[in-house]
């Protein structure tokens, strides 16, 4: 009989068992976790593969991924910078930015031409207004291709996600998301929080108040954080790394940046938190 320990490693969730999987190997009869990276590591050593490893979590969960032979090639993708340098070293770590303006319109114009053509200036107004991040200019595409043969509506959709934070944030990934649900669209809202919900208690109700710094861009300097935050500098300085360690905030010069659709965030959770 297989260990409970075998079956937990050939569980679909498992990172092992899915890599496992996606390599045509069973893991089941593997005694332990060191037989299984064995068993990956002796599968990949003469093989040339470029292993992609999407939005790792936890350190220890992208260690399974490090079986890749000589001839291999590992590209893991997170939102935290200690899990990057924990796995790949800080020199090895590239940050992924925003896309460019040029390319964001782009982006909007392969997926949602008629949205584009009918009128090219709120497209581009959209672009700032998700300031340009992939994810959400795929999503907002995507809706908006579905309802190019309702011109009115398409045309009312796309001015709601210019004005509206709620329809900004509701906007649906239909593949569903690991760590959410896999069977079901999940929202942009949801994707964001995920960060968020990491964070202790005292940090999510600081991160919801970051949204009244304003601005656009949204930035602000330390003291303004202590300030708002009724707390020693030390303190916020504490609270800033961290938002910076899951990927929530940027250093910019001497000022902390917060991409707009966080900023979106911070204000849904401020207000339902009544603070």
């Not at 093989?47 to 000589?70: M, Q």
């Not at 929530?248 to 966080?262: I, K, N, Q």
Request: with cysteine.
């Amino acid at each position: 009989m297989a260990s409970l320990g075998a079956v937990a490693r050939n569980h679909p969730a498992h990172p092992a068992g899915r890599l496992g999987r996606g390599l045509g190997v069973d893991l089941l009869p593997e005694r332990d976790e060191t037989a299984c990276r064995d068993r990956l590591r002796a599968v990949l050593y003469r093989k040339r593969t470029l292993l992609i490893v999407d939005d790792v979590w936890e350190a220890a969960h992208g260690s399974y991924f490090t079986v890749a032979g000589p001839h291999c090639r590992t590209l893991i993708t997170t939102r935290e910078t200690p899990v990057a340098y924990a796995l790949a070293t800080r020199d090895r770590t590239l940050r992924v930015d925003v896309l460019k303006p040029e390319a964001a319109l782009a982006l909007l114009r392969r997926l949602a031409p008629e949205a584009v053509i009918a009128d090219e200036r709120s497209a581009q107004r959209l672009c700032e207004r998700l300031e340009y991040l992939p994810l959400a200019l795929t999503l907002a595409g995507r809706l908006l291709a579905v309802e190019a043969d309702v011109p009115a509506r398409m045309t009312r959709l796309l001015g709601e996600l210019i004005e509206q934070r709620d329809a900004r944030l509701k906007l649906l990934q239909a593949e569903g998301r690991l760590g959410l649900t896999e069977d079901e669209p999940v929202s942009l809202q949801a994707i964001l929080g995920m960060s968020v919900a990491r964070l202790d208690g005292t940090d999510q109700e600081r991160f919801a108040m970051a949204s009244v710094f304003g601005g656009d861009p949204l930035t602000w300097e330390i003291n303004a954080a202590a300030y708002v935050w009724e707390c020693p500098v030390e303190e916020a300085e504490a609270t800033i790394s961290r938002f910076i360690q899951r990927g929530l905030v940027e250093r910019r010069g001497a000022r902390y940046w917060m991409h707009a659709l966080l900023a979106d965030y911070a204000a849904e959770m401020m207000e339902g938190m009544g603070l």
